[in-house]
């Protein structure tokens, strides 16, 4: 057996392929979730009668509790198992979907959420566990499927999510998910072993073992002070906006928006000082003195801003009344997004195959140039659903290509001794990116409302969106620049690979 592994070197062990199947469903349920929120954004709204300025806390509610649990994640993991850890996670995240199946108000509701956001601190896990059991040159490929699974829960989302949500309301599409959750934490607990280590990576995490020291302490007021500045600074965003007829802030809430803006100073100068004395910081600094993974995580950011304020935005522009938006229903809306997730099921696993022949930099620049290219196209034609559908089918290619470069490119790149830290840390800058996108676009969106004859109410401007689009457009270019400076960076041996 061990002769025959030493002549395939490159062979994906049965097992891996299982592991692998195991923790891609994980994703394509968090996605369905995630996804089928997405269109009854308008109608949740409605019902807790949320101005569009409140109405990205729905989203960023649930990226903040992510972003603060994924390094506390990543800590418990190196001192308790990857496997322990993520069934505790598996277990809040249950919780938070049974919550919002039955909540009644909208604070409520947001704790839900913020209980689902912890459920995105699996995901450095799972690609960790995936990392360890696929050999080098084919880790393209276990990405590449478990970003096909993310679509697959997009799909799903759109297509049943929104059957569902307008059949029968959208709490149901909670509720529906929540058989599945359980019968996953079976499957985890009897099937995922934690300790089968490719032969590949089994002799550097050795030579790692010997050099590495005690087991890290838990960074909690790291951790807590991290959530205060992405909280306070969000809340910034929600504050700094036009009243409505008014031109700008009214004077009685500027003293609202100078203590958020003292609180957010002082978490911020508050975690920079406990992160320099931390043990096992949140934020590990030190991996960014490698500028691959410097420069590969702020492209995560730019990423992950501008798709999250595309999502915050196109089913409100597709159920705003005409001509305003297009008049869609949850199920019309859900409709000119499917391209987005089709293009995502197809290219997510070939984008691993493309990659692992190409190497990673190469799709990564080019990924990003085709962003630009879907952006620019949904900012110019975004009064036309049909070509709302392609370019967002653009952009689904151009992330596709790029995302998985991009993490390829980061996996290889870190120490295996370091290997959850580092995915800790690209996952929360992932985050960071997705929360601010969307307060963004609903300032914008909240700064130029208009009415629309015959109907209650007022909706944002058809200007608005080429506002929010244009720069969408602006962050892929700079997505662009950032690759291109990424491949400078490169050691040789990682140009291939």
Not at 32 to 47: A, D, G, N
Not at 231 to 255: E, Q, V
Not at 366 to 386: D, E
Request: glycine share 8%; with cysteine; aromatic share 8%.
């Amino acid at each position: 057996m061990e002769k025959e592994k030493s002549q395939n070197p490159d062979k994906i062990p049965l097992s891996a392929w299982k592991t692998l199947a195991i923790l891609s469903s994980i994703a394509t349920m968090v996605m369905y979730v995630e996804t089928m929120l997405v269109p009854s954004l308008p109608h949740i709204m409605r019902e807790f009668s949320l101005p569009y300025s409140i109405s990205p806390w729905i989203l960023t509610t649930y990226l903040i509790a992510g972003a603060v649990m994924t390094p506390i994640a990543s800590s418990l993991a190196n001192l308790h198992g990857k496997k322990k850890v993520l069934m505790c996670i598996m277990l809040v995240y249950a919780a938070g979907v049974v919550v919002g199946g039955i909540t009644n108000d909208f604070y409520s509701f947001i704790v839900a959420r913020g209980m689902q956001g912890v459920g995105m601190a699996m995901f450095p896990l799972a690609f960790s566990i995936i990392r360890e059991q696929f050999p080098r040159s084919r880790l393209a490929i276990g990405q590449g499927i478990i970003t096909s699974m993310f679509a697959s829960g997009s799909i799903l989302g759109l297509l049943v999510g929104a059957g569902i949500a307008e059949a029968f309301g959208w709490r149901m599409t909670f509720l529906s998910i929540v058989p599945i959750t359980g019968l996953l934490l079976f499957v985890i607990m009897r099937s995922i072993r934690e300790g089968q280590v490719h032969p590949q990576w089994r002799q550097q995490q050795q030579g790692s073992a010997e050099q590495a020291g005690p087991k890290p302490s838990l960074d909690v007021y790291g951790a807590i002070a991290l959530a205060i500045v992405i909280t306070s600074f969000l809340l910034l965003l929600t504050y700094i906006r036009p009243d409505a007829g008014a031109g700008g802030n009214s004077s009685s809430s500027m003293p609202t928006l100078l203590a958020i803006s003292g609180v957010c100073a002082a978490s911020l100068a508050a975690f920079v000082l406990i992160e320099r004395k931390a043990t096992n910081p949140v934020v590990d600094y030190r991996l960014f003195k490698n500028k691959t993974l410097l420069f590969g995580n702020v492209m995560i950011v730019v990423i992950g801003f501008s798709m999250f304020m595309v999502f915050q935005t196109i089913p409100i522009l597709a159920e705003s009344p005409k001509p305003i938006g297009f008049g869609a229903n949850v199920t019309e809306a859900a409709t000119i997004q499917l391209p987005f997730a089709v293009i995502l099921l197809i290219f997510g696993p070939t984008s691993g195959f493309i990659v692992s022949k190409m190497g990673s930099i190469r799709p990564a620049i080019i990924g990003s140039a085709v962003n630009v290219l879907g952006f620019v196209l949904l900012a110019t034609f975004h009064s036309i659903p049909w070509m709302v559908s392609i370019s967002l089918a653009i952009i689904s290619t151009g992330l596709s290509l790029g995302s998985v470069g991009i993490m390829n490119i980061i996996l290889l790149s870190t120490p295996q001794r370091q290997m959850v830290s580092s995915l800790g840390n690209t996952t929360l800058f992932r985050i960071i990116g997705s929360s601010v996108g969307p307060a963004v676009a609903g300032v914008l969106m909240q700064t130029h409302l208009v009415a629309a004859d015959g109907v209650s109410g007022t909706f944002p401007a058809p200007e608005t969106y080429t506002m929010i689009f244009v720069g969408a457009a602006v962050m892929a270019v700079l997505s662009v620049v950032i690759s291109v400076l990424l491949r400078k960076e490169l050691p040789v041996s990682l140009r291939a690979i």
